[in-house]
């Protein structure tokens, strides 16, 4: 059984910080690339970092230099560790692998954790 349980999301100003969690079951997470997606009102879900398994990561431009991911293969769990916060980050941020998990023939996908950064 997949299951994937994202946590840590919540209001923050801008330039702060948060560090999400993500906890997952099965066997899948050690021998996949694991990554963090988000979704902002009206867009499409992108995804901002991705770490394959040992510790080689990627990011886009708008998240390189403030998003560090990180996973505990012995946890089952990847991170997020952002820092210097924007509005724009506003979003739904979700974990999942790269590409995304397929449950009888669906994309599966978590509940995410809602991060909201304002004044």
């Known amino acids: 059984q997949v299951q994937l349980v994202e946590s840590g999301g919540g209001l923050v100003q801008p330039g702060g910080s948060l560090r999400l969690s993500c906890a997952a079951s099965?066997?899948?997470?050690?021998?996949?690339?694991m990554g963090w997606y988000r979704q902002a009102p009206g867009k499409q879900r992108e995804l901002v970092a991705r770490?394959?398994?040992?510790?080689?990561?990627n990011y886009p431009d708008s998240v390189k230099g403030r998003f560090t991911i990180s996973r505990d293969n012995a946890k089952n769990t990847v991170y997020l560790q952002m820092n210097s916060l924007k509005p724009e980050d506003t979003a739904v941020y979700y974990c999942?692998?790269?590409?995304?998990?397929?449950?009888?023939?669906?994309?599966?996908w978590g509940q995410g954790t809602q991060v909201t950064v304002s004044s």
């Open positions: 999942n692998g790269v590409p995304p998990w397929v449950v009888s023939n669906n994309v599966y």
């Open positions: 099965g066997s899948r997470f050690s021998i996949y690339p």
């Open positions: 770490i394959t398994t040992g510790t080689s990561t």
